[in-house]
């Protein structure tokens, strides 16, 4: 995949990333796309599948950046945490994008927020699994994320908010339509699922 490090700045348009790998250590991640130190990367278009990291980010990680997505297909991307998308202290703006079927070992099947800020107008996440904590989204330590538009959780799955799972964290609806539906909380454990759609917890 690409990396950009100190304030770099990538943009495509129409580019696809598809079956990357970042298993080389398990403290990097992005296997598509890694974002440190300030860089910023404008991403419109593009269809990224089949991508995977032993840490975070199957696709894309963006750790203290920024990224700005418009019209992006993503699908079947995996990793431990934020099985497309890890975002650490980092502004993500999302305008008609769309993940499907995305996978996560631990946290956040299609995105993991820690510390950082979200924007997602006319998105929608569907059939993206977690074994702990959110299919689609897992909001933790502190993060912010704002719905516009149509937006729509569906067919996920995990122990903990089968749909989303916020922690510490804040989810406001920004106008628009919330679609969150046909999700499931499960667990091979006797201790069971909690919140199919939705789990929020504080500490």
């Known amino acids: 995949g690409v990396a950009a490090v100190d304030g770099a700045v990538v943009r495509t348009e129409g580019v696809s990333f598809v079956d990357n790998r970042a298993d080389s250590t398990a403290a990097v991640g992005g296997g598509g796309l890694l974002l440190e130190r300030g860089s910023t990367a404008h991403v419109r278009g593009g269809s990224h599948a089949g991508n995977s990291a032993a840490g975070k980010g199957g696709w894309l990680r963006a750790d203290d950046s920024t990224v ?23 502004n993500a703006t999302m305008v008609g994008c769309s993940f499907h079927a995305e996978s996560a070992h631990s946290e956040g099947g299609c995105v993991l927020a820690e510390a950082s800020m979200l924007d997602a107008t006319d998105c929608e996440f569907v059939g993206c699994v977690s074994g702990e904590s959110g299919g689609g989204f897992a909001l933790l330590q502190d993060s912010w994320a704002g719905l516009r538009g149509q937006s729509v959780f569906a067919e996920g799955r995990a122990r903990r908010g089968g749909g989303l799972f916020v922690s510490n964290s804040e989810l406001e609806l920004l106008g628009g339509t919330l679609h969150v539906h046909s999700n499931t909380a499960a667990s091979d454990t006797a201790e069971g699922g909690f919140g199919g759609g939705t789990y929020s917890a504080s500490p």
């Open 68 to 90: 700005v997505m418009r019209d992006v297909r993503s699908r079947l991307n995996t990793a431990v945490f934020g099985g497309a998308l890890s975002l650490e202290r980092a």
